[in-house]
């Protein structure tokens, strides 16, 4: 089996890393520090990429094409970035989204319980009144 492979169940699956912005060749925009505010960085990736927008639209409108080049070339940059960190979120995306479901399915399960025992309660009851003379 071929390294990052793992077999589960007799269904091969691979252990995904998501690889650094450098491992790809794209210069990281937002701090290497392992506590990264993401809010914070995404706001300031969509500001930055829309300065660039409007950047972009300015030099069309002038149709001065040698700048637009030199604005395009830094696009990728600010689009890699902003989905890199995205992506860096997923399992805490996927970890809050699992913690929501099991804490509707315990709620919904309780309310069943509550449910079963106001029916026994109920049909006691009812027993009872036809028990009585």
């Known amino acids: ?5 793992f077999c589960v ?3 091969v699956k691979t252990d995904d890393v998501l690889p650094s912005l450098e491992e790809q060749g794209v210069r990281q925009l937002y701090p290497k520090e392992p506590n990264v505010d993401f809010k914070k960085e995404l706001g300031s990736l969509n500001r930055e990429l829309q300065l660039h927008i409007l950047e972009l639209a300015d030099v069309l409108v002038e149709r001065d094409l040698h700048n637009m080049l030199g604005e395009w ?3 990728p940059f600010v689009f890699k970035n902003l989905h890199h960190l995205l992506n860096s979120l997923r399992p805490h995306q996927a970890r809050a989204t699992l913690i929501h479901v099991l804490e509707l399915q315990t709620q919904r399960r309780k309310q069943a319980v509550d449910d079963i025992k106001s029916g026994e309660k109920s049909c006691r009851n009812f027993s009872w009144s036809l028990s009585e003379p």
């Not at 089996?1 to 492979?5: C, E, F, I, L, V």
């Open 1 to 5: 089996m071929k390294k990052g492979h």
């Open 9 to 11: 169940y007799g269904d």
């Open 73 to 75: 070339k830094t696009f």
